[in-house]
């Protein structure tokens, strides 16, 4: 019971921790061909994900303002990452800003502007109710024991009320039958 509740939470609480790779222009890279504004579209950022740049030796990945995204200037990054692999993990939401520095290359397209949404809130909606039966359903009527040994019914987890009834007859049996016992080794 306790593990099973355990393993509900958990699987409620993995979407949380969950961080997505977003391969910049997927299996194209970071290069002129792809139109990166198409592409930023096509992807939702979310706080914790990753941004991961595959490119080649001609190209390199700077992070750069809004002025210097729009007016394709390399000359002030924020950061600059070369080598052919860079994975930027996106870590606070708002907009961001990159450019190939190479020479003529933002201008040719490889500039690409995204914005990241704050980390997703604590999951929508409370999880559907396991079944509970109506409140509203009639108990049984107390039962009219004429034994004056019938034992008081022991608390039951399970609760339900249809059970109820049948476990007093159950136990209304068995205390006939001890009775009949104790008579005849009596
Ligand atoms: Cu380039």
């Keep these: 019971m306790a593990l099973a509740a355990a393993?509900?939470?958990?699987?409620?609480?993995?979407?949380?921790v969950y961080a997505a790779d977003h391969t910049v222009g997927d299996s194209n890279g970071w290069s002129q061909s792809v139109d990166y504004t198409t592409?930023?579209?096509?992807?939702?950022?979310?706080?914790?994900?990753?941004?991961?740049?595959?490119y080649g030796s001609t190209?390199?990945?700077?992070v750069v303002s809004q002025s210097d995204y729009t007016n394709c200037n390399p000359s002030s990054p924020i950061k600059s990452y070369t080598g052919g692999s860079?994975?930027?993990?996106?870590?606070?939401?708002?907009?961001?800003?990159?450019?190939?520095?190479?020479p003529g290359h933002c201008?040719?397209?490889?500039k690409l502007?995204?914005?990241?949404?704050?980390?997703?809130p604590s999951p929508g909606g409370t999880p559907p109710a396991t079944s509970s039966p109506p409140s509203g359903s009639s108990s049984p009527p107390p039962p009219t024991s004429t034994t004056t040994s019938s034992p008081p019914p022991p608390p039951s987890s399970s609760g339900a009320t249809g059970d109820?009834?049948?476990?007093?007859?159950?136990?209304?049996?068995l205390a006939l039958v001890l009775v009949g016992l104790h008579a005849c080794m009596g």
């Design 113 to 120: 502007a995204i914005t990241v949404g704050a980390s997703s």
């Design 107 to 110: 201008q040719g397209g490889m």
């Design 7 to 16: 393993l509900l939470i958990l699987l409620l609480a993995s979407p949380a």
């Design 59 to 62: 190209h390199s990945v700077d």
């Design 39 to 54: 592409w930023a579209k096509s992807q939702t950022f979310t706080v914790g994900d990753n941004l991961v740049f595959n």
């Design 86 to 102: 860079t994975t930027i993990s996106l870590t606070t939401a708002g907009p961001m800003y990159f450019i190939c520095p190479t």
């Design 164 to 173: 109820f009834g049948n476990l007093n007859v159950l136990m209304l049996v």
